[in-house]
């Protein structure tokens, strides 16, 4: 039977979230210390662990059939394959940093500028589409040091917290990228490896699904169970069960993590009493 064969990081900050993802799938993996592969005991899966910017030229050859990386890493390698799907972790942001004692008014501050960083090829297209014609110096590692011994006055490395930053006397000033954790794809898949794809991706929508919804459980009088219906999206209609003490019924729904807190509070003041929310595993629709 043949395998689909997946590419994640080895180590670093896609690693553990990406094997978490898997799990929650279903798929059954043995993650050991200095593994290079190994293969899913339940779904028909070949898992390699690779260097997340070694990622996209395995997919691209052929070597893996898909592959979780940095959309970051995606847009600098620039290669032909297809993305999948965003996977809701790994996120951070691409950011350009100057030295806080800098007088920095806006992008065109950086006309002529240094501008060290580890992604050249998105920095040279965010300058030209912004006018901007400045020098980039690209370094592998620890590009924050760069304006301390001189090498640039600006940098551009991902950002989560910003504590790095400010560590090194930086200020953000500037958001060039969004990015997160996607699923990307060989654009040569036969049709059964297709089939495997979309089993996969099918598992992972479901898992998404749930982490960003709540199911709620709450008890309604019946004189103002309209209102609170309305107030309850759910995936089709609230399911509404009589209970036991006249006048009021049950109501089970679901709520979007977005809009919870703002519903709960609707539905409290239209008299809605012993609200449960309980977190769901796993979502079919």
């Not at 400045?134 to 011994?149: K, L």
Request: glycine fraction near 8%; charge should be negative; hydrophobic fraction near 45%.
């Amino acid at each position: 039977m043949q395998k689909l064969r997946i590419a994640i990081q080895k180590s670093g900050r896609l690693h553990d979230d990406s094997i978490k993802l898997l799990k929650e799938c279903g798929i059954d993996i043995n993650n050991g210390v200095n593994k290079l592969k190994t293969e899913a005991s339940n779904f028909p899966l070949e898992v390699f662990f690779l260097r997340d910017d070694d990622i996209p030229q395995y997919v691209e050859d052929g070597v893996a059939d898909i592959g979780i990386v940095g959309e970051n890493v995606v847009l600098e390698k620039n290669r032909p394959f297809t993305a999948i799907e965003k996977l809701g972790f790994g996120k951070c942001r691409l950011s350009i940093a100057v030295a806080k004692t800098a007088d920095y008014k806006g992008v065109q501050d950086l006309q002529g500028q240094r501008i060290a960083t580890s992604y050249p090829v998105i920095v040279e297209k965010f300058l030209r589409d912004n006018n901007v014609q400045a020098d980039i110096h690209e370094i592998s590692g620890s590009v924050e040091i760069a304006p301390g011994i001189g090498l640039a006055e600006a940098i551009c490395d991902l950002v989560s917290s910003g504590s790095t930053l400010f560590m090194n006397g930086l200020k953000e000033v500037e958001t060039v990228l969004k990015s997160e954790a996607i699923l990307i794809a060989n654009g040569a898949l036969n049709e059964e490896q297709q089939v495997l794809l979309r089993k996969l991706q099918f598992r992972i929508q479901a898992v998404k699904k749930a982490k960003n919804n709540k199911y709620v459980l709450l008890n309604a009088p019946n004189d103002n169970l309209a209102e609170i219906i309305k107030l309850l999206p759910g995936m089709k209609s609230p399911t509404v069960l009589p209970l036991a003490e006249e006048g009021w019924s049950s109501v089970h729904s679901v709520l979007t993590e977005s809009d919870f807190w703002d519903i709960i509070e609707n539905l409290k003041a239209a008299g809605a009493q012993g609200i449960l929310v309980v977190p769901i595993e796993k979502m079919i629709v």
